[in-house]
């Protein structure tokens, strides 16, 4: 899937670069916005359809948010170092370190909030996440706690980097793996948003 997407992307360049006219492009814009409508909707059926979540979620309570506020946390703070660092706009820096790994959101809503050059940094040190986490994932696992195998993926911990995870780790981490995920995925659209429009 990965691979997919960043062949997609180099497509997409292609055709912006030497094939579609103005027309096209405004075009693609307009369709990038419904398709993130219809992205969000498919979001919301999977975290309904999985029951495990919700059994879990009544059987942890509160303790249940420790991962993903600290996967959170630890985003932010990568966008606060990152942004003098790259001599970028700290509300830029901060949106893009919002999209916790999931790059096809984030790519289109900070192209719609900022404009086509943030909406790929943002795509781009997002899958580029993803890409580590597949990497990083056994290495976490084996040398610390089992549960922290899950803050390298932070959003796709519930579908594309959660075999690593199952793999790797347990049924126990593998249901907090999902759990995590639908948590993340539910804020990113708020966190970039509020960042952006913050500073």
């Known amino acids: 899937m990965t691979i997919i997407a960043i062949i997609s992307l180099i497509l997409g360049i292609l055709c912006g670069q030497f ?4 027309n096209t492009i405004s075009m693609f814009s307009n369709i990038s916005d419904y398709a993130l409508y219809i992205l969000m909707f498919a979001v919301g059926i999977s975290v309904g359809t999985n029951k495990q979540v919700f059994h879990k979620l009544k059987e942890y309570h509160i303790k249940i948010l420790i991962i993903p506020i600290g996967i959170i946390i630890g985003s932010i703070i990568g966008g ?7 001599k970028m706009p700290l509300n830029e820096s901060l949106s893009v370190s919002s999209g916790l790994g999931w790059y096809s959101l984030s790519g289109v809503l900070l192209t719609s909030l900022g404009g086509a050059e943030l909406g790929t940094i943002g795509f781009l040190s997002n899958i580029m996440r993803e890409i580590l986490s597949f990497m990083t994932i056994p290495f976490v696992a084996k040398y610390f706690n089992k549960y922290t195998a899950i803050a390298p993926a932070g ?15 347990s ?8 759990i995590n995920g639908v948590i993340c995925t539910a804020v990113v659209p708020l966190l970039i948003n509020f960042f952006f429009n913050a500073f």
Do not use: N
Request: proline letters at 6%; glycine letters at 0%.
């Open 80 to 86: 606060f170092v990152s942004a003098p660092i790259l």
């Open 171 to 178: 049924a126990d981490v593998a249901i907090m793996s999902v």
């Open 155 to 169: 959003a796709t911990s519930e579908d594309t980097t959660l075999p690593v995870i199952i793999k790797y780790t």
């Open 19 to 22: 094939i579609f006219d103005a």
